[in-house]
């Protein structure tokens, strides 16, 4: 076969360093707008980008000749930057070292979207801790709790 086919959808979790809440409404969409380029322009497509004040939750359309690890350094690296230089009021503004990333079937892609577009709803009940653990618990990663938010 000489070409590559691939569908490589990341359900991406990551937060603000320390969980702060330094992403405000002012800036939220203008954010998640530029976080969708960069995805465009370096490693394939977003499918859907959404969030609260403290964390992001990306579907990503990754092609297959970038790995999940460069696609996230990217978007987190390039939209700290832009987030520095765009907004007088994000000099603190610092993402997490880590991320979670869940894999997710085409025929999943839909609720993903819809459950990343509930976000401002969803966490009026549960904080992104209480959602986070419960990610990994569901697709069987292990983890040790006291380590889990080490490197804040």
Same mark, same amino acid.
């Given at each position: 076969?000489?070409?590559?086919? !691939?569908?490589?959808?990341?359900?991406?979790?990551?937060?603000?360093?320390?969980?702060?809440?330094?992403?405000?409404?002012?800036?939220?969409?203008?954010?998640?707008?530029?976080?969708?380029? *960069?995805?465009?322009?370096?490693?394939?497509?977003? $499918? !859907?980008?959404?969030?609260?004040?403290?964390?992001?939750?990306?579907?990503? #359309?990754?092609?297959?000749?970038?790995?999940?690890? $460069?696609?996230?350094?990217? *978007? +987190?690296? #390039?939209?700290?930057?832009?987030?520095?230089?765009?907004?007088?009021?994000?000099?603190?503004?610092?993402? $997490?070292?880590?991320?979670?990333?869940?894999?997710?079937? &085409?025929?999943?892609?839909?609720?993903?979207?819809?459950?990343?577009?509930?976000? &401002? $709803?969803?966490?009026? +009940?549960?904080? %992104? &801790? &209480?959602?986070?653990?419960? %990610?990994?618990? +569901?697709?069987?990663?292990?983890?040790?709790?006291?380590? #889990?938010?080490?490197?804040?």
């Amino acid at each position: 076969m000489g070409h590559t086919f !691939a569908n490589n959808l990341y359900h991406v979790i990551f937060s603000t360093k320390g969980r702060r809440p330094l992403i405000r409404p002012e800036s939220r969409q203008r954010l998640y707008e530029y976080m969708g380029g *960069v995805a465009r322009e370096e490693f394939g497509r977003a $499918q !859907a980008i959404g969030g609260t004040d403290n964390h992001v939750h990306a579907l990503l #359309l990754v092609r297959p000749d970038v790995a999940v690890s $460069q696609a996230v350094r990217k *978007v +987190k690296a #390039l939209s700290s930057g832009w987030m520095h230089k765009t907004f007088a009021n994000a000099r603190e503004f610092a993402w $997490q070292s880590g991320y979670g990333s869940f894999s997710v079937s &085409e025929s999943g892609k839909a609720a993903v979207a819809a459950y990343i577009a509930g976000q &401002e $709803q969803h966490h009026r +009940k549960e904080t %992104f &801790e &209480e959602e986070f653990v419960k %990610f990994l618990e +569901k697709h069987g990663i292990e983890y040790a709790p006291r380590y #889990l938010w080490s490197d804040d």
